[in-house]
């Protein structure tokens, strides 16, 4: 309901669940467009333009993905046999194939297409940088659907907010270099994960910038729908515009709801380059996945 632009809520559901159970009941067999249509309007189910749909799979089979208007199957291409294990591709696979399969999706999509629903499994790197190629300065109203405390909710990128949230912000003096390191600590705290990644791989970064929610506490519940999850992300991306407006790199960590990550990607611009590294939880705990020019 959410990707062809009616209501999807509780009630929504609940009110097109009856119509079609009303028509079983009354021994109607064929379903016309235009009774569809009639219902759509008759219980006031519209709620915006229909979307595309982008499935990328990385960590399972997306069952949307025959019905979608483009398909990216990595499941295979992935490591490990299990969708928990899943972290980085398997060789001879590598991050490059899997950004360039992901930044040429938006030449897949029907001509003219300004709506996007992206379905799936992905971890974070991969959302966003999803985020990054459909960015807002394309025009494209992006959503996903983001699975939290309160059951499944469609976060999209037009979804409006008053003022931006800022984040709380710590830094760690790094001293090893001239580019910038900088983690977004909102589902979970990685401060010390990503110093002792930063200084085991000797990265050139003079210290190391961590941004966690308003209340300054990383837990899954701390951005509770799409408004606020808009609102924190345009906090971020300001706050690291002017914190690094003299810088040529970063590296970026995530620890985010996978709908912050994209929502964030997509308002990534008027930034330095950025390393976005994938936490694989083995061997040295990152790895540098994708490289955005912002």
């Known amino acids: 309901m959410a990707v062809t632009g009616l209501r999807h809520d509780q009630q929504a559901l609940e009110a097109g669940v009856g119509w079609v159970a009303k028509m079983v009941r009354n021994g109607q067999r064929e379903l016309t467009l235009a009774m569809v249509e009639t219902a759509v309007a008759e219980l006031d189910l519209k709620a915006g333009r229909a979307r595309a749909v982008l499935s990328i799979a990385t960590l399972k089979p997306d069952p949307m993905a025959p019905d979608a208007d483009h398909a990216i199957d990595w499941v295979d291409r992935f490591e490990s046999d299990s969708e928990y294990t899943k972290r980085r591709p398997l060789s001879p696979n590598t991050w490059a194939q899997l950004q360039a399969d992901i930044e040429a999706a938006p030449g897949h999509l029907p001509a003219g297409?300004?709506?996007?629903?992206?379905?799936?499994?992905?971890?974070?790197?991969?959302?966003?940088?999803v985020g990054t190629t459909f960015r807002m300065v394309t025009g494209t109203d992006l959503a996903v659907l983001q699975r939290g405390r309160a059951g499944s909710q469609l976060w999209s990128t037009?979804?409006?907010?008053?003022?931006?949230l800022l984040p709380e912000v710590a830094e760690y003096e790094i001293?090893?270099?001239?580019?910038?390191?900088?983690a977004i600590a909102v589902a979970t705290e990685i401060t010390e994960d990503v110093l002792e990644?930063?200084?085991?791989?000797?990265?050139?970064?003079?210290?190391?910038?961590?941004?966690?929610?308003?209340?300054?506490?990383?837990?899954?519940?701390?951005?509770?729908?799409?408004?606020?999850?808009?609102a924190l992300a345009v906090g971020i991306r300001d706050h690291l515009r002017r914190s690094t407006r003299r810088v040529q790199r970063m590296h970026l960590f995530l620890a985010c709801p996978m709908g912050l990550a994209v929502l964030l990607g997509n308002r990534w611009n008027r930034l330095c380059q950025t390393v976005v590294y994938e936490d694989i939880k083995i061997g040295d705990g990152y790895e540098a996945a994708f490289t955005v020019e912002a």
Do not use: C, M, W
């Open 113 to 129: 297409t300004a709506a996007v629903s992206v379905t799936g499994s992905i971890r974070l790197a991969p959302s966003f940088l």
């Open 158 to 164: 037009n979804d409006a907010f008053e003022t931006a």
């Open 197 to 230: 990644y930063l200084r085991e791989q000797d990265l050139p970064v003079s210290k190391l910038i961590v941004l966690a929610p308003p209340s300054g506490k990383a837990n899954d519940g701390s951005v509770p729908g799409s408004t606020a999850a808009n």
């Open 175 to 182: 001293g090893r270099g001239d580019e910038i390191a900088v």
